[in-house]
């Protein structure tokens, strides 16, 4: 007998919206999107996707789990690096399509595939067209891990 | 004659994440998603989507641009409810799928349809399976501006 679903479904967008059911609104390929913070400092860490299962599995252990769409897979994040991202806090946004989740990252501290601690490492020259070359600046260079250390690549 | 597109496109991954050529990645609908988060203590405020165009503009201008998804059409945010967003800085991630932008929201500052100043106005219950109910714990219940006031609705 198949697991009944863990999540309800939004009896309407403004259900969806004003209330206090987790109803969280998966797309098409079954993946909300998560945000992820640091705690100390507040940058944004990196974007990923969560399916009902990491999302449940995120909820109950308090260890952020995604989904990983290029190797479709579930994915405990760090279970290779070690860097094993503690979840302080979950939100939801409106329409219950996206969650932001605020980490402690375990080990290295780096939570980029690059050794790095963000992925968002490199800043974008504003003003003007886009520039065709040196559009963006390393705003943090040096990662934390070298990635070979981590990955085995 | 068409125009010519404004980004570069990467000649692999390893030059998209370690280059400093702007070469954004983007999806089927050709979309990137965009994480905005407030210059002013950090929170996360939104996830949207930007198109070419949206990205092209919103770095041209200083003023987020997005794609809106439901209504199949640019859109300047702000152009109604007057809360437009002025971006401070733009981060790309690794394999350039996803900008952050960080930005100071005028008029009421809410980026939220609800009135709110971010869409994560509720947080999710951590520990234990989700819950069936009352999952979710409102942390900015009162919208900054009423949305009818905001849209006549």
Redesign the interface.
């Known amino acids: 007998m198949a697991e009944a679903p ?3 479904t939004a009896a309407s967008k403004a259900a969806a ?1 004003a ?4 109803a969280p609104r998966f797309d098409a390929d079954g993946l909300v ?1 998560a ?1 992820v ?1 640091a705690v100390e ?4 860490l ?2 990923a996707h969560m399916n009902a299962e990491a ?2 599995l995120t ?2 252990t ?1 260890i952020a789990h995604y989904w990983s769409r290029s190797r479709g897979m579930l994915w405990r994040k760090g279970d290779t690096s070690g860097s094993l991202q503690h ?1 302080a ?6 329409d219950q399509d ?3 989740i605020k980490v402690r990252v375990d080990g290295s501290g780096a939570s ?3 050794g ?1 601690r963000t ?21 943090e260079a040096e990662p934390l891990v070298d990635p070979e250390t981590l990955y085995g690549r």
Chains 1, 2 share one sequence.
């Open positions: 863990p999540f309800a919206e209330g206090t059911v987790l999107t945000v913070t400092g507040g940058d944004v990196m974007v999302l449940r909820i109950e308090g979840v806090e979950m939100r939801v946004d409106c996206a969650v932001w980029c595939h690059t790095r992925c968002f490492y490199r800043a974008v020259a504003l003003g003007g067209a886009p520039a065709a070359e040196a559009a963006l600046t390393f705003v």
